[in-house]
């Protein structure tokens, strides 16, 4: 597979917000801790951080708070090599915070972001030299049309037809965020305007119907994109490029927590695009960086050593689907 057209040599420009994130230590319910470890957690910004330990230039434009949360996420966002020069300090708004709750059903999430300074971002940023100079792809989520009016507005705006480059869209529902009108609505005409957007089966189930019972019913509802990657949790991730359809089943991995996975994934699959895999191999680096996350209790994890993961790259078919991680 060719790199896709229009993609060119600048870097991927990741839009959306990022906060600081508590989360228990050791591993224990929140009501029941007694200390919290302090790291950041954003969509976006995981995607760009993934992207720049693979060697691939990014970009983060977002906006924090004057305050020592924001300044901690960007010097972290910052030293995994992601250039931050498209980030904005509020003075007079917060940087947003997140509260994980481990617990026998999974970890659930508190936010504390309303009226963040991410969720002040407008349309406007889009114009900015940061978001539009010589840009291969903007990556953006189904996070921030949910944080505020113009959020939404911004990214409606960077899906409109004629854009100047690739706009790259991971559903990413999040229905803790979507109270005051459906998540279906909004997300369903996004998702379908990019040209590579990404969505897990169980999430598209859960915004538009249980009649979606398969990646290629998924297809169906999104024929927009000119690539579709469709994820089923721990068993596959399929790929539609055009009308031709590429499925990679998942590694067996020791999941620690899965949250940050999918953003791992989209970016292991956005390298390989620009790195012009073929798409099982862009599936195959999709699922490698997503065992990044897996194996950690924060939103980011380590990269595999690259000698391993140049031999599941290149592995045969029974050889991948038996490997561990």
């Known amino acids: 597979m060719s790199t896709p057209p229009g993609l060119g040599p600048g870097p991927v420009v990741c839009v959306g917000e990022t906060m600081a994130a508590m989360a228990p230590a050791p591993l224990a319910p929140l009501a029941a801790a007694e200390s919290l470890t302090v790291d950041v957690a954003g969509a976006e910004s995981n995607v760009a951080m993934y992207l720049a330990e693979h060697g691939i230039s990014a970009r983060w434009v977002s906006a924090v708070g004057d305050d020592p949360f924001g300044r901690r996420v960007v010097d972290r966002v910052a030293a995994s090599g992601v250039d931050v020069t498209g980030v904005r300090t509020d003075p007079t708004r917060p940087t947003g915070l997140l509260f994980k709750d481990p617990g026998p059903d999974g970890t659930r999430v508190h936010y504390y972001r309303r009226g963040s300074a ?66 279906s609505d909004v997300l369903l005409p996004l998702a379908d305007s990019a040209d590579i957007t990404f969505v897990g089966l169980d999430e598209a189930q859960a915004l538009w119907g249980d009649a979606l019972t398969d990646s290629a019913a998924v297809r169906g509802l999104l024929p927009g ?83 391993r993961t140049a031999e599941l790259l290149a592995a045969d078919e029974e050889t991948w689907a038996a490997s561990n991680v």
């Open 118 to 183: 991410a969720s002040a971002l407008t349309p406007k940023v889009l114009r900015e030299e940061a978001a539009r100079s010589a840009a291969a792809l903007v990556h953006l989520t189904g996070i921030t049309p949910a944080l505020s009016a113009t959020c939404r507005a911004l990214v409606e705006e960077a899906l409109v037809p004629g854009r100047p480059c690739p706009v790259s869209f991971d559903v990413n529902h999040r229905p803790a965020l979507w109270t005051e009108e459906p998540a």
């Open 225 to 307: 994109p000119g690539m579709l990657v469709v994820k089923d949790g721990s068993r596959a991730a399929t790929a539609f490029v055009g009308t031709a359809s590429y499925t990679v089943p998942a590694l067996q991995v020791g999941v620690v927590e899965p949250v940050g996975a999918g953003d791992a994934f989209a970016a292991g699959f956005l390298a390989g695009l620009l790195r012009s895999y073929d798409p099982v191999r862009a599936l195959r680096l999709g699922h490698l960086t997503a065992a990044s996350a897996l194996r950690v209790t924060s939103d980011h994890g380590p990269l595999l050593p690259p000698p």
